[in-house]
Antibody
Framework: EVQLLESGGGLVQPGGSLRLSCAAS????????LSWVRQAPGKGLEWVSA????????YYADSVKGRFTISRDSSKNTLYLQMNSLRAEDTAIYYC???????????WGQGTLVSVSS | NFMLTQPHSVSESPGKTVTISCTRS????????VQWYQQRPGSAPTTVIY?????PSGVPDRFSGSIDSSSNSASLIISGLKTEDEADYYC?????????FGGGTKLTVL
């Protein structure tokens, strides 16, 4: 059974940093691209970032480019999202997602809440 | 980058058929596959349609998808509506460097 378990969310002050993790199991980790998708309270889904199977290619939404860094560790079957210079508008549930051919999500984690507030 | 525009909300009665549209702002709707995700309150999204019109296993055949190049839009069609279909629905597509979600449509079954 495919499982994606996010962790690392919490309350952080504006300008602060946070690193999210996503522990994957139930599939061959190195065979799939992975993404982060977020959802602000009461709002819709927003794609944040994606990483290729090898980790050599990374992609970012304009809203987070230069502030967020996606990475993966195949030895730990874990996806990461390093978030720096956080803003109030980054407040959201962050979902880890498995991407088929890097184009669509077939499995979602349950999400981790990030709150940016003073 | 392109945008995907959905109606904010739709409502229909149980047993009826509802269609949710998703219009692409630029570039052809047919150039990249469209997916549809269902999200119930408090839960993560799940896929109901992928690659324009394919249903994952476990999704009832009451759910179907299509694209229309003339209107540059995709549609999610749900027939035989049930109260359990009440949820938010999001379309999604992509280009070479981005994934794009529509704003979501709240389906009310009343």
């Amino acid at each position: 059974e495919v499982q994606l378990l996010e962790s690392g969310g919490g309350l952080v002050q504006p300008g602060g940093s946070l690193r999210l993790s996503c522990a994957a199991s139930g599939f061959t980790f190195s065979s799939y691209a992975l993404s982060w998708v977020r959802q602000a309270p009461g709002k819709g889904l927003e794609w944040v970032s994606a990483i290729s199977t090898s980790g050599s290619s990374t992609y970012y939404a304009d809203s987070v480019k230069g502030r967020f860094t996606i990475s993966r560790d195949s030895s730990k079957n874990t996806l990461y999202l390093q978030m720096n210079s956080l803003r109030a508008e980054d407040t959201a549930i962050y979902y880890c997602a498995r991407a088929v051919a890097g184009t669509r999500v077939d499995y979602w984690g349950q999400g981790t809440l990030v709150s940016v507030s003073s | 980058n392109f945008m995907l525009t959905q109606p904010h909300s739709v409502s229909e009665s149980p047993g009826k058929t509802v269609t949710i549209s998703c219009t692409r702002s630029s570039g052809s709707i047919a150039s990249n596959y469209v997916q549809w995700y269902q999200q119930r309150p408090g839960s993560a999204p799940t896929t109901v349609i992928y690659e324009d019109n394919q249903r994952p296993s476990g999704v009832p055949d009451r759910f179907s998808g299509s694209i229309d190049s003339s209107s540059n839009s995709a549609s999610l069609i749900i027939s035989g509506l049930k109260t359990e279909d009440e949820a938010d629905y999001y379309c999604q597509s992509y280009d070479s460097t981005n994934q794009v979600f529509g704003g979501g449509t709240k389906l009310t079954v009343l």
